[in-house]
């Protein structure tokens, strides 16, 4: 008789709405904010968390404490995935970055959330990640004038996402 292959371990599906109802300690996410919001329903926030070198950077927050996109239910991660696209589309109206990074990592900080970054050339971790080393030679002048001109319409930027997230349909 052939010997047993081992069964792959699978984690149990984490209910959000009880998890909800249990922050986990320690969790920076599950105990504050995390930056200014600028809108909130019942499941998620957006907030603009103070990101020197990358304004306009923008975080998308599921309020209860889980890792991973598939411990939501399907219309769960439909309604998360609009709120990202809609910042997205924002930052690229009103900021007009070159590219806009979407990252959802959480190896740092296992809650689930999304990065919505924008990007220029003149940023000093250009073109690798925002969490990449600056890369040698880069224009810190350069940087410093796209940050101000970004931070100009910051102001913008908040009141178009906050427009935007409230016209979308509720969950």
Excluded at 110 to 138: I, K, M, N, Y
């Amino acid at each position: 008789m052939p010997p047993s292959s081992p069964q792959p371990v699978v984690p149990p599906r984490v209910d959000p709405h009880v998890a909800a109802s249990r922050p986990s300690p320690g969790c920076p996410l599950c105990e504050g904010d995390t930056g200014d919001v600028v809108w909130r329903d019942a499941r998620l926030r957006v907030v603009l968390p103070d990101e020197p070198d990358f304004p306009g950077f923008t975080r998308v927050i599921w309020d209860a404490h889980v890792a991973e996109m598939t411990d939501l239910a399907t219309a769960e991660r439909d309604r998360m995935m609009r709120v990202v696209w809609a910042v997205e589309a924002a930052q690229r109206r009103v900021l007009v970055p070159v590219k806009v990074n979407l990252a959802s990592l959480g190896n740092m900080v296992p809650h689930l959330h999304w990065h919505v970054v924008p990007r220029w050339p003149q940023d000093t971790r250009f073109p690798g990640s925002p969490w990449s080393a600056p890369r040698d030679g880069a224009d810190a002048h350069a940087a410093r004038a796209l940050h101000d001109e970004v931070r100009a319409r910051l102001p913008l930027y908040r009141d178009a996402l906050a427009e935007a997230l409230a016209a979308l349909p509720p969950d």
